[in-house]
């Protein structure tokens, strides 16, 4: 059996990736948003769910939230709430999608009024940051157009960097802004923010607190992210990423489902650059659980996370270098290829152990009876949804 170092253990032991709280809501596509008993149906519940995670993994310590579906009263009760379950309230995800004075753009619209109240929206969300706790907001912007000669595209590109010059100003010293790029959906033929590029661009015009995001379902099929990835550590701009997988487009699903060996390579390249348990990196999950039970899909998700982390820090870095600077390519092949191959579970299974958690997550998830529960007492009331 492969065996974990004890270096290993310890940089595995510090890894940390957040949890959206609207996995916990229902969602679906835009043909369909199904319904699972025991969805939560408000903030609160969906942080408990995601407690329930951390409970069984030790690997998610933080909830992000997105705003306005995660708004409370008084988010210092929240923040309490989540306190109590072990928990912390994490990245604010900011949303001008949703609203229908934003249907030509939000921080780029042409109407000043619309603006202001996009970039409105994004300083409330900083305030509540300040009574969360939070270090991050997380902007992806729905903006673009459709066809060719609709829009203005180098003046939304002026109007975006005022807007957010604005929105960075109210950042405390210890917050930061992240930029999410997306390349297509739901604007199909340019979006204000299609690459890391013009994210790159973006956040460098604002200064150090701002840096980019990377949602791995946000590329042209056959990118390659691992190279994205390397590029943005070096320039010292890798902020976050979303984590999910995907078959075709922004597909969501399970990190690690559809492409694990991508998954791989960008955590060889996250290493490689010192992206990870870097306070500098945030590792964030941004997945929706359409069929598949919720909190089950997350441990999933998490534990795929570290499994691969694991396989990654196996790599043996000398012996890589050496073919490498040898142009061996076969051989650093091989090296690349065995570490990816090694099945690190029973390992991984013993070390839980050891520290006092459940070896297998998933098993001490169904057998806890958390879900009979949430099943029997949620009754009533709406469930939260991705905002259908
Ligand atoms: C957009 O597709 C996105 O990746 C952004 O991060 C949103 O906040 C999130 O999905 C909503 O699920
Ligand atoms: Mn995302």
């Not at 997380?138 to 595209?153: F, R, T, V």
């Not at 598949?292 to 000398?318: F, H, Y």
């Amino acid at each position: 059996m492969t065996t974990l170092s004890p270096e290993n253990r310890a940089t595995l032991e510090s890894q940390a990736i957040e949890l959206p709280s609207w996995a916990f809501g229902n969602s679906g596509t835009r043909f369909r948003v199904f319904p699972t008993p025991g969805t939560a149906r408000d903030p609160f519940e969906k942080i408990a769910d995601a407690a329930e995670v951390n409970r069984v993994t030790a690997l998610s310590p933080t909830v992000a939230l997105h705003i306005p579906w995660d708004k409370v009263d008084d988010f210092s009760v929240l923040r309490r709430h989540a306190e109590d379950l072990g928990v912390q309230l994490g990245t604010v995800n900011s949303n001008t999608f949703q609203d229908e004075d934003y249907k030509f753009g939000a921080l780029t619209h042409e109407d000043d009024r619309i603006r202001r109240k996009a970039i409105d929206h994004h300083l409330e969300c900083i305030d509540v940051m300040d009574q969360t706790g939070s270090r991050d907001l997380k902007i992806w912007l729905a903006e673009g157009s459709n066809y060719p000669g609709q829009a203005d595209l180098r003046a939304r590109q002026d109007r975006l960097h005022d807007s957010l010059t604005e929105i960075y100003a109210r950042l405390s010293d210890e917050q930061r802004l992240v930029l999410e790029y997306k390349f297509f959906e739901p604007a199909f033929y340019h979006t204000d923010v299609p690459d890391w590029g013009t994210s790159y661009v973006q956040v460098s015009a604002l200064g150090e607190k701002a840096l980019v995001c990377l949602d791995t379902g946000h590329h042209a099929p056959g990118t390659n992210i691992e190279f994205i990835v390397m590029q943005l550590l070096r320039l010292g701009k890798l902020g976050s990423f979303d984590f999910n997988s995907r078959f075709y487009a922004d597909d969501d699903l399970i990190v690690g489902a559809a492409d694990p060996f991508q998954l791989f390579r960008i955590l060889v390249e996250v290493i490689r650059g010192g992206g990870l348990n870097s306070p500098d990196v945030a590792f964030m999950l941004d997945q929706c659980h359409n069929i598949e039970a919720k909190i089950p899909g997350q441990i999933r998700s998490v534990l795929n996370v570290q499994e691969m982390t694991a396989r990654a820090l196996l790599l043996d870095r000398e012996a890589l270098a050496a073919a490498q600077s040898a142009n061996d390519v076969l051989a650093a092949n091989a090296i690349f290829m065995d570490a990816f191959q090694t099945d690190v579970r029973p390992a991984l299974a013993e070390w839980r152990e050891s520290r006092g958690l459940p070896a297998d997550p998933m098993a001490a998830y169904l057998a806890s009876g958390y879900q009979q529960h949430i099943e029997a007492d949620r009754v009533g009331g709406t469930q939260a949804s991705w905002g259908a």
